[in-house]
Every structure is written in C-alpha cells, then in structure tokens.
C-alpha cells in the first residue's frame, strides 16, 4: 500500500527497454523531462538491448543534463543481447527502487503530454480496487486516430478486440507501450512472463492482475502518441509471434473447456482466415507467410516459447 506520507506524489519508476533508436529514445526522454511531476519522485531506468547506432552514449550525455536540472535516479544499462521486449520489461521490474510506488512502463517511442503521469496516477488512485491503466495511444503520424484502445480478450473463441471508449472504463488489458502499475501488482506477479519474448506479454499480464483481484482501466482523458506504422508492420518475425503469443496467452489463462473449444475453432476458422488475410493483404499467395503462420499455431500447441529463429 502507498503510504500517507507519499499519496499525493508517490513515487514512480518510469522503465523502458529500446534498441537501435536512438531517435525515438531522446525524443521519449525529452518529453519525460516536461512532465509536471517533481523529478524528487521519478526515476527512470533505460533497458539498452545491444544498441550500435550510439544510443547508450546520447542517453548518457543527456543524463549528465538532466542531473544539472536536479534529476537523480537515472540510469541506463547495457545487455550484449536482444532480449526482447518481455524479458527487458521483466529485467527492469527486478532494478526498480524498493520505495516505488508504481511503475510506468513505456516504449522507446512513446511521448508523454506533461500532464499525462498526474492524472494516471490520480485516477489510480481514486480507483482502490484498480491495479493497472492505460492511456489512449495515437499515431504520432497521425495524431487524430486512434492506435490503441481498451482491450479485451475472448477465451472461449481466442477473439482479441480493442474499443476507444469515451470515458474511463474497466478492460481486459491495456496496451504495453504505456501503462502505469502499482507496484504491489508487479511483486504479487513477479513480472513479465518471459515466454512471450515480444507481443502479447501485457495481454498476459493484465489477465494475471485480474485472477489476483485487481482491475484494469482505460482513461481515454489522457492522450499519448506512439511513433508505430499505421496498421503494424508486416516482417515474418512479427507475423509469428503475433500469431504464436495470441495462442500462448490463450494456452496460460483459459480454462480446460475454453482451450477445447479455441482449438476447435483454430482448426475450421481462425486458421483459414489467417491465410485469407495473408492473401487479400498482398493480393496474392506469399508461401513463406503461410510457413511462418502455421508454425507459430504448432509452436502454440507444442508449447514452444521463448525467443525462437524464424
């Protein structure tokens, strides 16, 4: 629980894992120094998953600044491999400080609103039984549409959805690009499940906060811009774990009865229906995706986790 003393700013563990992007990184942590919440009560701690287009030197230059404008607790460190997203998230829960009272965990190219961290905290706070929440996330190309919304997951037919509500709202999950936690929720779970490797680990998170109780919230009152290309990117690394982790998550959280009847419908739907999306997106056949798809599915089921060549 946070204590009385720190209730009105408690403080707050911002983590982001990043590789190659030098850009987006900067341009995270800039928007980071305009927050309207006292540098006191923040930390960050930067995840550089083997960076060489100088990321980790830019980070530190930056830094030593922020620690002339009174910042204290920065910090970036170096791993000499790729963990992924999960894992890095997973490995950066283990470094936050031990008088924490949430975390805000974001992408290297996500940039804040000032007020942003203020009123999530607020409205976690006027939300007792609340663990985690998300703000809506727009297109930094496109700021006027919508990225991601409150999410929710169907276990009985391994239907994924996302709805951008007008008012704050309880879901299923939030995005993982940014959604503060309270720290309880992070102990009590002992992180990111590192199986996923990347996509779909904050789908797994949120379904685990909930069977511990707590609920998860979507403000669509705060608005973040996420640097993503408009629909995702369509690499084979990315089809697969997509397609694997949608799997994995339904595999870990659904009932016995609710994995039967997922399976079934794999077999005679969702299967088919990948193929024809494959399809109708590049007008024409593309063998490798459809390899790639159907070893993610059987990947699922063999319970092959964890990061895997393609």
Same mark, same amino acid.
């Given at each position: 629980m946070i204590s009385e003393k720190r209730k009105e700013q408690p403080f707050v563990s911002i983590v982001i894992p990043? +590789?190659?992007r030098k850009r987006d990184i900067i341009k995270c942590v800039y928007?980071?120094?305009g927050l309207d919440y006292p540098k006191k009560n923040i930390e960050i701690i930067i995840w550089d998953n083997g960076s060489t287009d100088g990321t980790q030197e830019e980070v530190r230059r930056i830094f030593v600044e922020m620690e002339k404008e009174g910042w204290k607790d920065l910090n970036i460190i170096k791993s000499n491999v790729n963990l992924g997203?999960?894992?890095s998230r997973d490995e950066l829960f283990k470094r936050?400080?031990?008088k924490a009272d949430y975390v805000l965990s974001l992408d290297d190219d996500v940039f804040l609103p000032c007020n942003s961290l203020t009123i999530l905290i607020k409205s976690l706070q006027s939300h007792s039984e609340a663990g985690i929440i998300g703000p809506r996330t727009v297109y930094e190309s496109r700021p006027g549409e919508t990225a991601h919304g409150a999410g929710y997951v169907n276990l009985w037919v391994g239907r994924y959805s996302d709805i951008d509500t007008g008012s704050l709202v309880e879901c299923d999950y939030v995005i993982g690009c940014c959604m503060l936690i309270k720290s309880e929720v992070v102990s009590k779970l002992k992180g990111f499940d590192r199986d996923y490797y990347?996509?779909?680990?904050?789908?797994d998170f949120c379904l685990r906060a909930k069977k511990k109780g707590y609920k998860i919230l979507y403000d669509p009152g705060v608005i973040v811009r996420h640097n993503v290309a408009m629909g995702g990117t369509k690499? +084979?690394?990315r089809?697969?774990? +997509?397609y694997r982790n949608k799997l994995l998550v339904i595999r870990k959280n659904a009932s016995l009865l609710q994995k039967v009847s997922n399976l079934s419908l794999y077999t005679i739907f969702w299967v088919p229906k990948m193929i024809m999306d494959s399809m109708?997106?590049?007008r024409g056949i593309k063998l490798d995706e459809w390899l790639v798809m159907l070893k993610a599915v059987r990947h699922a089921i063999i319970n092959r986790v964890g990061k895997v060549d393609i």
């Open positions: 990043t +590789l190659n928007f980071i120094r997203v999960y894992t936050i400080d031990h990347t996509s779909h680990g904050e789908v690499t +084979l690394e089809i697969y774990y +997509l109708w997106f590049h």
